[in-house]
């Protein structure tokens, strides 16, 4: 199994910007990828970036030039760097990391959510 623990979250107000961590216990060097995935109320949940063990990345449109996900293998964390904030991105974030079971499945586990608030 895998814990994930974020921390980063609170209060900004818009254009600013914020870090989440998330610190996973075992090492993430062979994890197929870690994700931040948000919710919204009233919204579902959604994929926000993504990087791969190979550290390729991908993010929703809505933040792609804005945000920034990277992983340090050495420190078993993944981040998302959150520039330019807007009302909009206000959610509760969740880390997420996509594990291999065996060589053809693979399980998900989450963290328990931190709150990002963009208001003034």
């Known amino acids: 199994q895998v814990q994930l623990v974020e921390s980063g979250g609170g209060l900004v107000q818009p254009g600013g910007s914020l870090r989440l961590s998330c610190a996973a216990s075992?090492?993430?060097?062979?994890?197929?990828?870690m994700g931040w995935y948000r919710q919204a109320p009233g919204k579902q949940r959604e994929l926000v970036a993504a990087i791969s063990s190979g550290s390729n990345t991908n993010y929703v449109d809505s933040v792609k030039g804005r945000f920034t996900i990277s992983r340090d293998n050495a420190k078993n964390t993944v981040y998302l760097q959150m520039n330019s904030l807007k009302a909009e991105d206000t959610a509760v974030y969740y880390c997420?990391?996509?594990?291999?079971?065996?060589?053809?499945?693979?399980?998900?586990?989450w963290g328990q959510g931190t709150q990002v608030t963009v208001s003034s």
């Open positions: 075992k090492s993430i060097f062979s994890i197929y990828a």
């Open positions: 997420n990391a996509e594990v291999w079971v065996d060589a053809t499945t693979r399980t998900n586990y």
